[in-house]
Nanobody, 121 residues
Framework: QVQLVESGGGLVQPGGSLRLSCRAS????????IGWFRQAPEKEREEVSC????????YYADSVKGRFTVSRDNAENTVYLQMNTLTPEDTAVYYC??????????????WGQGTRVTVSS
């Protein structure tokens, strides 16, 4: 069974950057599409990005397009989410999850425990 562990969250000032990591154990991430989600207090969970297997095609929510970049390093068994030009609205717990293909109907079988991102001055 694949286990996912996120890291890289923290406190950052508005306009700053963070890079989140999603590292897998118990399986190879190259066989999965990986989605990044976030959930802010009292808000619904939002999918912010996804990267497919095989062709590494990507998806971004409109709220992060142009600011966030998802990538994978199969040798490190890790998927990254580079987040630039952060705003307080990006404050949330960020989760990565594994599925077969990026799609609005995707069912994610494996989830990480989340890493908290706080954007504040």
């Amino acid at each position: 069974q694949v286990q996912l562990v996120e890291s890289g969250g923290g406190l950052v000032q508005p306009g700053g950057s963070l890079r989140l990591s999603c590292r897998a154990s118990g399986g190879s991430l190259e066989y999965y599409a990986i989605g990044w989600f976030r959930q802010a207090p009292e808000k619904e969970r939002e999918e912010v990005s996804c990267i497919n297997r095989h062709d590494d095609s990507t998806y971004y929510a409109d709220s992060v397009k142009g600011r966030f970049t998802v990538s994978r390093d199969n040798a490190e068994n890790t998927v990254y989410l580079q987040m630039n030009t952060l705003t307080p609205e990006d404050t949330a717990v960020y989760y990565c999850a594994a599925t077969v293909v990026c799609s609005r109907w995707a069912e994610y079988a494996y989830w990480g425990q989340g890493t908290r991102v706080t954007v504040s001055s």
